[in-house]
């Protein structure tokens, strides 16, 4: 099997209000056009998923059901991409690693939301990754790249064009509330880290460049790199 590039892209990316099928489309006939290896997909929860776990948790429900939640809007975002490829793509959201590997065996295009409660879908594509050697993850969000600090709380926060695996596990820090908003969720770090995966950290807001990130040719965004390249 071609190793996949798998792709975690933001529910912000595609999924606002209101939710209309422009992003999804674009983003499908981008990549088709753009790219030839098999790409996984996985797709983050976006305003739906945050205005669903906000509701839930305001009527009490735990923070593992609160996850639950997320896990299904997801998915939902997951069915949205799978319609926007067509025949190209594995007709249902893969549940586990297992059935998207498989998957990939016999489609170009496989898409997936989230799989356990306690991390959130950037865990999810650093382990999709992992579990198919895939070439590199590609993580797609609303901001260009990883930054030495909020860039919303603090002025002087400057993007990095390359980090290191440990250098990301500690800008990540250690959130894990459902629905928490940092660049790069620990566990994905911590995943890519372990699997010396490498991977970048793009805008979705331009499509022309994410094609470069994930054909691993100059962009403008954050790369990372994997240990060799670490001593
Ligand atoms: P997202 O991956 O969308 O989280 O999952 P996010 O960081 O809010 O990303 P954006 O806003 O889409 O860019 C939404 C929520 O679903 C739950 C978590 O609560 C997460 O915050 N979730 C998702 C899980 O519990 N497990 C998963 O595997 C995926």
């Not at 305001?58 to 069915?79: F, P, Q, S």
């Amino acid at each position: 099997m071609t190793p996949p590039i798998v792709l975690s892209i933001g529910g912000s990316v595609l999924a606002n209000e209101p939710l209309t099928p422009d992003p999804f489309q674009t983003l499908a006939e981008h990549l088709d056009n753009a790219h030839e290896d098999p790409l996984a997909l996985v797709t983050g929860g976006g305003h739906a998923a945050r205005s669903y776990i906000q509701t839930a948790r305001e009527l009490g429900l735990d923070e593992t059901g609160l996850d639950e939640v997320g896990i299904t809007l997801t998915r939902a975002n997951a069915y949205l991409l799978i319609a926007a490829f067509g025949n190209d793509a594995y007709p249902r959201p893969a549940e586990t690693f297992h059935e998207a590997a498989h998957a990939l065996r016999s489609y170009p295009r496989v898409c997936m939301g989230g799989t356990h409660p306690g991390h959130t879908t950037d865990a999810v594509g650093a382990m999709l990754a992992e579990r198919t050697g895939a070439k590199r993850l590609i993580i797609v969000t609303n901001v260009d790249g990883v930054y030495t600090a909020d860039p919303n709380e603090d002025p002087k926060a400057t993007r990095l064009d390359e980090v290191t695996h440990t250098e990301l596990v500690r800008l990540a820090g250690d959130a894990r509330e459902a629905g928490s908003t940092t660049i790069v969720d620990p566990l994905a770090a911590q995943i890519l880290q372990r699997s010396n995966m490498p991977g970048a950290v793009v805008s979705g807001n331009d499509l022309d460049n994410l094609a470069n990130a994930v054909n691993d040719e100059a962009f403008t965004g954050t790369r990372i790199e994997p240990h060799a390249k670490e001593s």
